[in-house]
């Protein structure tokens, strides 16, 4: 089962912040917050990820509470392409692989 | 600059009939990963291979089989599909973690979707 939970939808104006909460209150200490999208028919793409550090990277910035039990995914000046489901995601080692298990997502429309 | 590619793009088989997707990629990464997407819910990982050794869900269904027969290439096998089968079957690649921990992207092909008449 998914440890992570997202608002089912979001709307987000084109040019805007789009700020993408996720709840994570049951991950251990050395699970990773990982970050996906997927855009319509198209396999998901990484964003980001992090562990206890809020990270930034070209297409996004993850801002992660001390307490680790939520994050919130944040796309500083939103476009019509960024329309899709973001997937929050805590990743799961299995030895030299990684298991993703995704939750239901938030799809997030950028509006004209 | 293909990373990940998946063929065929769309795969129509019969109630019953064997299929197989196939899956390559140009990353030499040694994990791949076959997930299971169907129509409004999120992907669901089926089985992966690190390196030869294949890993499986606990909740695979026995119809569905893999093969790799070397780095590059990977396959998914359902050997009587079902009308509940029906879905997109992505395939996906990553680094070794224990060699990379510090850069541990999934890279995802385009998916196959597969129609069961």
């Known amino acids: 089962d998914a440890k992570t939970t997202q608002p089912p939808s979001m709307d987000c104006a084109e040019g805007r912040a789009a700020n993408l909460p996720c709840n994570h209150s049951t991950i251990s200490g050395n699970e990773y917050v990982y970050w996906y999208r997927q855009i319509h028919s198209q396999g998901p793409q990484y964003i980001i990820h992090g562990l206890k550090n809020n990270e930034t990277n070209e297409m996004a910035s993850l801002i992660i509470t001390e307490d680790r039990k939520s994050s919130t995914l944040i796309l500083p000046h939103a476009t019509l392409r960024d329309t899709a489901v973001y997937y929050c995601?805590?990743?799961?080692?299995?030895?030299?692989?990684?298991?993703?298990?995704f939750g239901q997502g938030t799809r997030l429309t950028i509006n004209p | 600059d293909a990373m990940v590619i998946q063929n065929p793009r769309y795969q129509v088989t019969q109630f019953g009939k064997p299929v197989t997707l196939s899956c390559s990629q140009t990353?030499?990464?040694?994990?791949m990963y076959w997930y299971q997407q169907k129509s409004s819910q999120a992907p669901k990982l089926l089985f992966h291979?690190?390196?030869?050794?294949?890993?499986n869900e606990a909740d695979t269904p026995d119809n569905f089989q893999s093969r790799r027969p070397n780095t590059s290439f990977c396959f998914l096998d359902i050997r009587s599909p079902g009308l509940g089968d029906a879905a997109m079957y992505l395939c996906?690649?990553?680094?070794?973690?224990?060699?990379?921990?510090?850069?541990?992207?999934?890279?995802f092909g385009p998916g196959t979707r597969l129609t069961v008449l």
């Open positions: 990353l030499n990464h040694n994990v």
């Open positions: 995601i805590a990743l799961v080692q299995i030895q030299g692989a990684q298991k993703l298990v």
């Open positions: 291979y690190y390196d030869k050794d294949f890993n």
């Open positions: 996906a690649t990553s680094r070794d973690l224990l060699t990379y921990s510090s850069y541990n992207e999934q890279f």
